[in-house]
């Protein structure tokens, strides 16, 4: 069913409509890497085209070369219809192009008329009074024309996330002359309630059938069988898969994302390789560990009801989309954020829940996902960074730091993380992000905690650094610690972890672990498992879909 | 694009360790204008000042005077340098050595309270003031800029009810004595200024308090991830700059003989003009007590000097204005980015890396 066009780059031809952007031959690199290589597709008139892929695969790339904030690669030409049916190269046509991003770009305290006034030249109306009345009316009546009867006076703040989609849409739409424009959506549901997202694809629907193509990106694959009528699949910056969206069931579809090559198992290899290698030298294995950590019930502004338990020495994952709390569950286990319920053992202790300091003393360790805003004080040099959750540590004379004992400390650690330039004076700001998350790791492995939490531990890292950041994480589990990580890699997770959870809406929703855990079956769950429930029962089959 | 790509990077050229280096290049790093311009700049004001003025500015009297009347703004200074440690942009720092200074004189001339328990009680509003801009800060979550601006126009307030904005006068020899003294040819305020100074400097580079205050300054929200107590921070900085200052004008009340509502502003610019101009002295960019002392007399020599010459009343603002801005742009043009640390940079940031170079090059990739 799925065409795969990894070797031949033609594009399907659309079935309906004429042709209103077409991208051929477009490449971008970035010094050493192809972020996109030699993709071809097209849109149509009245077409719904989705573009699916892993983090890293190309989406984004290809959404800021369409919006221009990149530019191609030589040989890549992107036309639009210039609305007589002709394809002219993007830039001499106008406006052709509309982007929906996640933030769509509205202003919070501006009312829906107002926001949709911005954009629009003013002529010479500067000076003359706003005609209120007018305004509000107009703005009414395009919002409900997509299916939003909202109060177009209110500020938007106060809509719903799905009727601000429909404003940014509408607002998209305003002043188009003539319907032959392509809106590209760059994955507008995701902070969404589940029963929002109907109200925003009617709203698509209307677009549609104005006659204008929608270019759809998402991470969820009931959202694209939902909505589109095609389907590309980009992989590793081509595209690899396109079909009409009829035509597919999940599985040929995650293949198609995932690649149908093995590399997960040699992943999941090297992971035993690695804990074996350090497990020999270090006591207790994941499961016979205590249990160091136990969530129960735990909620917040963005987990719901979380209830889980980690043991000495266990590595445990935390996988799901953006906005399905995976990133906010361990800022609240460490107290960053306030829980508004539940209870955090650890050990025989209650963690003092919003209390980051006290947490510290109790041996939790936090490595934030923002290294620059939260993980590290970069005008500080490496040496201060490195000594300063736990300062008592280092020795005193006369109540001053005692340099000599701080030296020695900072000797000792940028020998353990092999800290490259090896110049722990030099202000942190001055390293690479790689040697500094080595420094932001070793600051909290010399406190030698019971608990680590760390956020996209490899974000920002080149590939040495990684390897270097995953032996250090291997390490500290084999010597007894608990760790928690969460990730939007699934090939970081499957490495790294000894199971994972899988979360959705704030919830935990499954759990990956043994045999299932490979990267296809964590991919296939967050993909296909929008909707919560479904995690455990996919999971056998996407884990011998490979 | 948010893929953990490869990504090359040169490695930083590895610097040798500094204390290995070769004494010359030793003398000569220490010695390079980008750290410690401002002693060039003494030097050159020192010569033009003497060829135009030898038979004034070379006196050991003129030094004398200047030397007592910069002790006080030193000590503004060095209350700034705590403060602004902590990323407290505190401009309240004239105001507070203003109240601190009619506290005092309204104490003694107005109530007869005894000259220590006088300067104790002015100290401990200091403290107090110290309080109220922390809790404005952290508690009402003001940011500093606007809380010590507030802070400033209602301590003024104070000062004048205080005062009835008259001059308190009668403050009594002895206490006038505190700040004319003179110790070996230097009035006793030098000796202050340098105690503090040494005091200030201990805990801001040596001890772990003044690494926090440090880390809470350079980034709050990591120093508070990495277990300070910021707020605690924040305060016990606030209040150390409100006794420093307070004491800095109980100083001023006793070098003038008189409570006087009016010096207040004078302090705010050449404070701040020191303490930015000392920032970009020896530890390049980060606050630190000897830049700002260095930054004090370098600003003062400059006013003197011009006023020996005949230089109009004005000019002192016009002059510490201009040497801020000057200090502050000087600072920001050390910042810019050199080819070496443009490339430091675009590790840094890899995603912000990726972009800029996508926008900034778009040509020469269209060319390549």
């Given at each position: 069913?799925?065409?795969?066009?990894?070797?031949?780059?033609?594009?399907?031809?659309?079935?309906?409509?004429?042709?209103?952007?077409?991208?051929?031959?477009?490449?971008?690199?970035?010094?050493?890497?192809?972020?996109?290589?030699?993709?071809?597709?097209?849109?149509?008139?009245?077409?719904?085209?989705a573009i699916v892929g892993q983090n890293g695969s190309g989406k984004s790339t290809l959404v800021k070369l369409l919006a221009g904030i990149h530019q191609p690669d030589p040989g890549g030409v992107i036309e639009v219809s210039d609305g007589s049916g002709r394809l002219v190269p993007l830039g001499q046509e106008g406006h052709?192009?509309?982007?929906?991003?996640?933030?769509?770009?509205?202003?919070?305290?501006?009312?829906?008329?107002?926001?949709?006034?911005?954009?629009?030249?003013?002529?010479?109306?500067?000076?003359?009074?706003?005609?209120?009345?007018?305004?509000?009316?107009?703005?009414?009546?395009?919002?409900?024309?997509?299916?939003?009867?909202?109060?177009?006076?209110?500020?938007?703040?106060?809509?719903?996330?799905?009727?601000?989609?429909?404003?940014?849409?509408?607002?998209?739409?305003?002043?188009?002359?003539?319907?032959?424009?392509?809106?590209?959506?760059?994955?507008?549901?995701?902070?969404?309630?589940?029963?929002?997202?109907?109200?925003?694809?009617?709203?698509?629907?209307?677009?549609?059938?104005?006659?204008?193509?929608?270019?759809?990106?998402?991470?969820?694959?009931?959202?694209?069988?939902?909505?589109?009528?095609?389907?590309?699949?980009?992989?590793?910056?081509?595209?690899?898969?396109?079909?009409?969206?009829?035509?597919?069931?999940?599985?040929?579809?995650?293949?198609?994302?995932?690649?149908?090559?093995?590399?997960?198992?040699?992943?999941?290899?090297?992971?035993?390789?690695?804990?074996?290698?350090?497990?020999?030298?270090?006591?207790?294995?994941?499961?016979?560990?205590?249990?160091?950590?136990?969530?129960?019930?735990?909620?917040?502004?963005?987990?719901?009801?979380?209830?889980?338990?980690?043991?000495?020495?266990?590595?445990?994952?935390?996988?799901?989309?953006?906005?399905?709390?995976?990133?906010?569950?361990?800022?609240?286990?460490?107290?960053?954020?306030?829980?508004?319920?539940?209870?955090?053992?650890?050990?025989?202790?209650?963690?003092?829940?919003?209390?980051?300091?006290?947490?510290?003393?109790?041996?939790?360790?936090?490595?934030?996902?923002?290294?620059?805003?939260?993980?590290?004080?970069?005008?500080?040099?490496?040496?201060?960074?490195?000594?300063?959750?736990?300062?008592?540590?280092?020795?005193?004379?006369?109540?001053?730091?005692?340099?000599?004992?701080?030296?020695?400390?900072?000797?000792?650690?940028?020998?353990?993380?092999?800290?490259?330039?090896?110049?722990?004076?030099?202000?942190?700001?001055?390293?690479?992000?790689?040697?500094?998350?080595?420094?932001?790791?070793?600051?909290?492995?010399?406190?030698?905690?019971?608990?680590?939490?760390?956020?996209?531990?490899?974000?920002?890292?080149?590939?040495?650094?990684?390897?270097?950041?995953?032996?250090?994480?291997?390490?500290?589990?084999?010597?007894?610690?608990?760790v928690l990580v969460a990730s939007s890699d699934a090939k970081e997770l499957t490495s790294l972890c000894d199971r994972v959870l899988l979360m959705d809406q704030g919830r935990v929703v499954g759990e990956l672990s043994g045999e299932a855990l490979t990267e296809t079956a964590l991919i296939h769950a967050a993909l296909a498992?929008?909707?919560?429930?479904?995690?455990?029962?996919?999971?056998?089959?996407?884990?011998?879909?490979? | 694009?948010?893929?953990?790509?490869?990504?090359?990077?040169?490695?930083?050229?590895?610097?040798?360790?500094?204390?290995?280096?070769?004494?010359?290049?030793?003398?000569?790093?220490?010695?390079?204008?980008?750290?410690?311009?401002?002693?060039?700049?003494?030097?050159?004001?020192?010569?033009?000042?003497?060829?135009?003025?030898?038979?004034?500015?070379?006196?050991?009297?003129?030094?004398?005077?200047?030397?007592?009347?910069?002790?006080?703004?030193?000590?503004?200074?060095?209350?700034?340098?705590?403060?602004?440690?902590?990323?407290?942009?505190?401009?309240?720092?004239?105001?507070?050595?203003?109240?601190?200074?009619?506290?005092?004189?309204?104490?003694?001339?107005?109530?007869?309270?005894?000259?220590?328990?006088?300067?104790?009680?002015?100290?401990?509003?200091?403290?107090?003031?110290?309080?109220?801009?922390?809790?404005?800060?952290?508690?009402?979550?003001?940011?500093?800029?606007?809380?010590?601006?507030?802070?400033?126009?209602?301590?003024?307030?104070?000062?004048?009810?205080?005062?009835?904005?008259?001059?308190?006068?009668?403050?009594?020899?002895?206490?006038?004595?505190?700040?004319?003294?003179?110790?070996?040819?230097?009035?006793?305020?030098?000796?202050?200024?340098?105690?503090?100074?040494?005091?200030?400097?201990?805990?801001?580079?040596?001890?772990?308090?003044?690494?926090?205050?440090?880390?809470?300054?350079?980034?709050?929200?990591?120093?508070?991830?990495?277990?300070?107590?910021?707020?605690?921070?924040?305060?016990?900085?606030?209040?150390?700059?409100?006794?420093?200052?307070?004491?800095?004008?109980?100083?001023?009340?006793?070098?003038?003989?008189?409570?006087?509502?009016?010096?207040?502003?004078?302090?705010?610019?050449?404070?701040?003009?020191?303490?930015?101009?000392?920032?970009?002295?020896?530890?390049?960019?980060?606050?630190?007590?000897?830049?700002?002392?260095?930054?004090?007399?370098?600003?003062?020599?400059?006013?003197?000097?011009?006023?020996?010459?005949?230089?109009?009343?004005?000019?002192?603002?016009?002059?510490?204005?201009?040497?801020?801005?000057?200090?502050?742009?000087?600072?920001?043009?050390?910042?810019?980015?050199?080819?070496?640390?443009?490339?430091?940079?675009?590790?840094?940031?890899?995603?912000?890396?990726l972009d800029q170079e996508a926008v900034t090059k778009p040509s020469a990739q269209a060319r390549a």
């Open positions: 069913m799925i065409e795969d066009h990894a070797a031949s780059t033609s594009p399907v031809r659309p079935a309906s409509g004429r042709t209103l952007l077409r991208v051929s031959h477009l490449s971008k690199s970035f010094t050493a890497t192809k972020a996109l290589n030699d993709v071809s597709l097209e849109v149509a008139a009245g077409e719904v085209l052709r192009l509309h982007f929906i991003h996640q933030d769509l770009g509205l202003l919070p305290m501006l009312s829906t008329t107002e926001n949709l006034d911005l954009g629009r030249p003013l002529g010479t109306r500067w000076i003359l009074p706003a005609r209120r009345g007018a305004e509000h009316a107009r703005a009414a009546e395009l919002t409900r024309h997509f299916g939003a009867a909202i109060d177009v006076r209110a500020p938007v703040a106060r809509l719903s996330s799905a009727e601000r989609a429909i404003v940014a849409i509408a607002r998209a739409l305003d002043g188009w002359r003539h319907p032959e424009n392509v809106l590209v959506l760059d994955e507008p549901t995701t902070a969404f309630h589940r029963d929002e997202v109907g109200r925003l694809f009617d709203a698509v629907r209307r677009v549609v059938a104005l006659g204008a193509g929608v270019i759809f990106i998402s991470h969820r694959l009931d959202e694209v069988r939902a909505l589109a009528d095609r389907v590309v699949v980009l992989r590793d910056g081509r595209h690899v898969a396109e079909a009409p969206a009829g035509h597919l069931d999940d599985a040929a579809l995650v293949r198609a994302i995932v690649g149908t090559d093995v590399r997960t198992d040699v992943r999941t290899d090297v992971r035993t390789a690695v804990r074996t290698a350090v497990r020999t030298t270090g006591p207790a294995g994941s499961a016979a560990g205590p249990v160091v950590l136990a969530v129960d019930g735990l909620g917040g502004e963005h987990v719901h009801d979380v209830t889980f338990s980690l043991r000495a020495g266990e590595v445990a994952g935390v996988s799901g989309v953006l906005g399905s709390g995976r990133e906010h569950l361990n800022s609240l286990i460490f107290g960053v954020d306030r829980p508004s319920r539940g209870r955090i053992t650890l050990g025989n202790d209650r963690i003092r829940t919003g209390d980051v300091t006290a947490a510290i003393e109790q041996g939790v360790a936090f490595v934030p996902a923002d290294r620059h805003r939260l993980g590290a004080v970069l005008p500080m040099s490496a040496r201060e960074n490195l000594t300063l959750p736990r300062l008592r540590g280092v020795r005193r004379r006369l109540g001053a730091i005692d340099r000599r004992d701080e030296a020695a400390v900072t000797r000792r650690w940028i020998g353990e993380v092999d800290l490259r330039p090896a110049l722990p004076d030099r202000p942190l700001a001055t390293f690479s992000g790689g040697n500094q998350q080595k420094i932001v790791l070793a600051k909290w492995l010399r406190t030698n905690p019971r608990l680590l939490l760390l956020d996209e531990p490899t974000q920002g890292v080149d590939v040495g650094a990684k390897a270097a950041i995953y032996q250090l994480v291997q390490r500290a589990a084999a010597q007894g610690t608990a498992t929008g909707v919560s429930g479904q995690a455990a029962d996919s999971t056998p089959e996407g884990g011998t879909a490979s | 694009m948010t893929t953990a790509a490869p990504r090359r990077f040169e490695p930083v050229a590895p610097d040798p360790d500094p204390a290995r280096r070769p004494l010359f290049v030793r003398i000569r790093r220490s010695t390079s204008v980008r750290d410690i311009s401002a002693v060039y700049l003494f030097a050159a004001l020192f010569v033009i000042f003497a060829l135009w003025e030898p038979d004034t500015f070379l006196t050991l009297r003129t030094w004398q005077v200047l030397l007592d009347n910069q002790a006080i703004i030193g000590l503004v200074a060095l209350g700034l340098v705590v403060s602004l440690s902590a990323g407290v942009v505190d401009l309240a720092v004239g105001s507070e050595a203003g109240f601190g200074g009619i506290v005092v004189a309204w104490l003694l001339a107005r109530h007869g309270v005894p000259i220590p328990l006088a300067i104790l009680l002015s100290l401990l509003a200091g403290a107090l003031v110290g309080v109220v801009v922390a809790l404005l800060i952290v508690r009402a979550r003001i940011i500093s800029l606007i809380a010590t601006l507030a802070m400033s126009s209602i301590l003024i307030a104070v000062i004048d009810w205080i005062s009835g904005s008259q001059q308190i006068l009668d403050l009594g020899q002895p206490f006038q004595k505190i700040a004319t003294d003179e110790l070996f040819g230097l009035a006793y305020p030098v000796y202050i200024l340098a105690l503090v100074a040494l005091v200030v400097w201990y805990f801001l580079e040596r001890t772990a308090l003044g690494r926090r205050i440090r880390a809470t300054g350079g980034n709050l929200e990591a120093a508070r991830l990495a277990g300070v107590r910021t707020s605690r921070i924040i305060v016990t900085s606030t209040v150390a700059c409100g006794v420093i200052t307070a004491g800095a004008g109980v100083l001023a009340s006793s070098q003038l003989a008189t409570g006087d509502p009016t010096i207040a502003q004078s302090y705010l610019l050449p404070a701040f003009a020191a303490a930015f101009l000392g920032s970009t002295q020896f530890h390049g960019g980060r606050f630190n007590v000897a830049g700002t002392l260095l930054a004090v007399l370098v600003l003062a020599v400059g006013v003197t000097g011009l006023q020996l010459a005949g230089a109009p009343i004005w000019l002192p603002d016009l002059f510490n204005g201009i040497a801020l801005l000057a200090a502050v742009g000087f600072a920001q043009f050390q910042k810019r980015p050199t080819t070496r640390t443009a490339a430091i940079r675009r590790i840094l940031r890899p995603r912000d890396g």
